[in-house]
């Protein structure tokens, strides 16, 4: 525990300085416990979801065993969880809200291990997200740091009973309703089994490597659009259909989201690839944007890609005609 933090440390924070997510768990009490073992100043930061009856107590244990590991502050941060996403995406918007608030300057880490790599790996295949899914967590995505990501979930349990510390047991962590659950309790240990013992650190090793890869593709992608583009707001469809497509592709993405399109989805990218790749005279993409009464949408015009904005009422009463 302590060697992955302190590398981390040297990696990224060398001034040693961090605020710390405490949740009362076993994950993050052992990151809490090695950050002050090896850091200069931690600040613990408790989010309090008021989900369960007793979050409030649980949060402030959770804060008073921070300051007794030596935490130079600890504060509970209470949030509403919205419903956009379902409960489990909400509450992790509120809770990265609330942390980012509160952190100042500071780095905050979590306590993300091997296994919730191996995990979000698993749900990234599944769900069929591409590449920049399937590379997981990074260790460090500003102003985000997870030095455990090395580390085995018994690993931060063993440190927290050798440390005498009780962590807290979520019971949403035991939730069936839960997709990432379900792959930790059924999916994954079938898997363990299947593979030797060996499928978590397979799965985490696959992230790694595929991170490294994702950032060489950008890399090409933002020589592409400085090529394309002599205007930002225009590409140039012979120069991005002249590209290798996993490259055309990132350039559009990140096209779309330079030009305010807030979410960008497989679907948009497919359909604004084919405007470049299979051009038939189609009419433009709908992507989300806008605002009230516009919506953006991209189309193709003398051989260029625009992002417009088209109205929305004029769309409506297209479609219901």
Same mark, same amino acid.
């Given at each position: 525990?302590? #060697?992955?933090?302190?590398?981390?440390?040297?990696?990224?924070? $060398?001034? @040693?300085?961090?605020? *710390?997510?405490?949740?009362? @768990?076993?994950?993050?009490?052992?990151?809490?416990?090695?950050?002050?073992?090896?850091?200069?100043?931690?600040?613990?930061? /408790?989010?309090?979801?008021?989900?369960?009856? @007793?979050?409030?107590? *649980?949060?402030?244990?959770?804060?008073?065993?921070?300051?007794?590991?030596?935490?130079?502050?600890?504060?509970?941060? %209470? *949030?509403? *969880?919205?419903?956009?996403?379902?409960?489990?995406?909400? $509450?992790?918007? $509120?809770?990265? !809200?609330?942390?980012?608030?509160?952190?100042? &300057?500071?780095?905050?880490?979590?306590?993300?291990?091997?296994?919730?790599?191996?995990?979000?790996?698993?749900?990234?295949?599944? +769900?069929?997200?591409?590449?920049?899914?399937?590379?997981?967590?990074?260790?460090?995505?500003?102003?985000?740091?997870?030095?455990?990501?090395?580390?085995?979930?018994?690993?931060?349990?063993?440190?927290?009973?050798?440390?005498?510390?009780?962590?807290?047991?979520?019971?949403?962590?035991?939730?069936?309703?839960?997709? +990432?659950? !379900?792959?930790?309790?059924?999916?994954?240990? /079938?898997?363990?089994?299947?593979?030797?013992?060996?499928?978590?650190?397979?799965?985490?090793?696959?992230?790694?490597?595929? +991170?490294?890869?994702? &950032?060489?593709?950008?890399?090409?992608?933002?020589?592409?659009?400085?090529?394309?583009?002599?205007?930002?707001?225009?590409?140039?469809?012979?120069?991005? %259909?002249?590209?290798?497509?996993?490259?055309?592709? !990132?350039?559009?993405?990140?096209?779309?989201?330079?030009?305010?399109?807030?979410?960008?989805?497989?679907?948009?990218?497919?359909?604004?690839?084919?405007?470049?790749?299979?051009?038939?005279?189609?009419?433009?993409?709908?992507?989300?944007?806008?605002?009230?009464?516009?919506?953006?949408?991209?189309?193709?015009? #003398?051989?260029?890609?625009?992002?417009?904005?088209?109205?929305? $009422?004029?769309?409506? !009463?297209?479609?219901?005609?």
């Amino acid at each position: 525990m302590r #060697h992955a933090v302190r590398d981390w440390l040297a990696r990224y924070s $060398a001034a @040693g300085a961090v605020a *710390v997510g405490v949740s009362g @768990g076993a994950d993050s009490l052992a990151l809490t416990a090695a950050v002050v073992a090896e850091g200069t100043a931690v600040d613990a930061l /408790v989010v309090d979801h008021r989900l369960q009856p @007793g979050s409030a107590t *649980v949060a402030e244990t959770a804060a008073r065993t921070a300051r007794a590991l030596g935490c130079r502050s600890a504060r509970v941060l %209470a *949030v509403e *969880v919205g419903r956009e996403g379902g409960m489990e995406a909400a $509450a992790r918007t $509120a809770r990265y !809200r609330a942390l980012d608030t509160a952190r100042g &300057a500071l780095p905050v880490l979590l306590g993300h291990t091997l296994d919730d790599q191996a995990e979000t790996v698993l749900l990234g295949l599944g +769900r069929g997200s591409g590449a920049r899914s399937i590379q997981g967590m990074a260790p460090f995505d500003d102003p985000w740091g997870r030095p455990l990501l090395g580390v085995r979930r018994d690993t931060t349990r063993q440190f927290c009973a050798d440390l005498g510390l009780s962590p807290y047991e979520d019971p949403h962590n035991f939730s069936p309703e839960f997709t +990432r659950v !379900r792959l930790r309790t059924d999916v994954l240990p /079938v898997l363990e089994d299947v593979l030797g013992g060996t499928a978590a650190v397979a799965l985490a090793r696959t992230a790694e490597l595929l +991170r490294e890869d994702n &950032a060489a593709l950008d890399e090409f992608a933002a020589g592409l659009l400085v090529r394309a583009g002599a205007e930002p707001a225009e590409l140039s469809c012979e120069v991005l %259909a002249g590209a290798p497509a996993a490259v055309r592709r !990132r350039a559009v993405r990140a096209w779309l989201l330079e030009r305010g399109v807030r979410v960008v989805t497989g679907a948009h990218i497919r359909a604004v690839d084919e405007l470049v790749v299979a051009w038939r005279g189609q009419g433009g993409v709908a992507v989300s944007g806008g605002d009230r009464g516009t919506r953006l949408v991209v189309v193709r015009e #003398h051989g260029r890609l625009t992002l417009a904005r088209a109205d929305r $009422a004029s769309r409506d !009463r297209r479609e219901t005609s």
